[in-house]
């Protein structure tokens, strides 16, 4: 008997569930997050033909690249080139560019970027040992690139990170986290993006994080997340923080990503798989699942890795 | 700065939320499930220690042996060794065996076994090209079983394969898991375990089974799930399953275990994920996380394999 080929998730639903949001957005960060740490140089055609690859495939949310110093990441020193092959995007497409300080900033915007991506520290030691600043430090930093993004009419992406657990301090208080999206939703971030970048939480910490957040003033709407699957649970995760009214999540074709900073850290959640979920629940990501899996084939080839995604490995075999 | 050991899962539940069951269970099957289609034999010893420490772990639950003919699944041929070299389990302990026909059966009841597990297929598919039978032929064995191992007093666990997805017939219809599930509750098992065998179930299709099942008239109490993690929705599953009131699922520890009929699936649930999802939620398991990592290394080596758990490989690090 011939095998049947899953192209689609079987059962999905009809529309999302009760108690969910409407619609759901998937934001992709292979082409930046997922190869910022790739120790392999990387031309800027492969990049910027994997993100062309990922439009291709239906992703209206894209990480394109990082202005940050070339010394410090070599693998985003092209930043300028790939943003400038990849062109106009789409209407209704964003393209984002994630930028530590308004030196990048600059870069971004004379660059052409649409949207960015600013980032600070919940925790002290995060903000030491990774941005070589203090957690204050980084929250001022992240206001600033905040408010002249803002000023010059782009989309805001303020990232926290490490708001579930610290490589190096364990458990993170929940009034810490709270207190540093404040922050970032006062400067005018338009989302502000809770990490798990070690991939320690669980459900059940997300769901305490996001109840802590909604009494605080900022509900669902005003939030993303950005999970990892080191210890599995990022699928999970995602499912916890739909009935709070997250509606956008960060993901990476293929798998692909390290964290250079968070030993210990293994991939980001696979965007395939977050796919298969989405669609599962009945929304409409816009996202063609097998010209997704293609999109990251030559990074993949490039390499030389076996992908982190279930999906793609199971569609593969 | 030295790295923080995560041993338990940061920032915790005391309780379990609202709208989902007050306890959860784990049943363990690594010592039958993830080692049946393991084409290198191993010996009974190896089988036996693994299954004490896994019940020294603080493991309740746990599917011991499968006595089905040695010729057919040659790795399960010691049934009666491993169970006896387990012995009697502690108060409140129990110990499963699965069994496909009365022959079986007797033989299980003969080694001492106080719990054991039918299976019979949603698809007509997979009934034959799996069990040679019809899937009428497979619900009636699974039946005649759980009668004769109730008149016995034993626990009985009614497993329904292919609840979610056939590998030859592609999506499953809803009625017909509703309409095999009643049959089995009929029969008289004490839960009915809807199995994912290719692993392509999604959170929208659980709740889709879960809802058409409630309103058949049976509730989440009498259900359990055993999930694959195939196209990595495990335990988003689980997560999706617990509000509709399943309470018992299925995991091997390691994420021991492939499925021999069944080409593309690889791996169950891993233990150590779900545990971690669950002690986060404020589900007490009674199991020791790092007990638990440490009663699979044998078999792990044993099988010269890499732990398929997300948590084992991250705390292992």
Redesign the interface.
Known sequence: ????S?DT?????VSP?AGAPARARIHEVGPRDGLQAEPLPLDAELKTGFARGLLGAGVSSLEVAAFVHPARVPQMADAEAVVAGIGRPAPGVRLTSLVPNERGLDRALAAGADAVAAIASVTE?FAR?NMGMTRDESLAAAVGVTRAAKDAGRHVRGYLSMC?????????D?SEVVESALVLAEAGSDVVVLSDTI???????V???LEALAAAGIPGERLAAHFH?????A??N???ALPAGVAEFDASASGLGRCPFA??A?GNL?TE?LV??L????YDTGIDLRALMGASDPVDRALGRTTA???K??LS?
């Open positions: 008997m011939t095998l049947h899953f998730p079987p059962g999905a639903r569930p030691s040992e579930f657990g610290d490589p190096w301090e364990g458990p993170v929940v991939g320690v939480a669980h459900a059940g910490q769901e305490t994080v699957d080191t210890y599995g649970q699928l999970a995602v499912r916890a030993p210990g293994t696979a798989d298969w979920m669609h599962g629940l009945g995604s279930a999906v490995k199971a075999a």
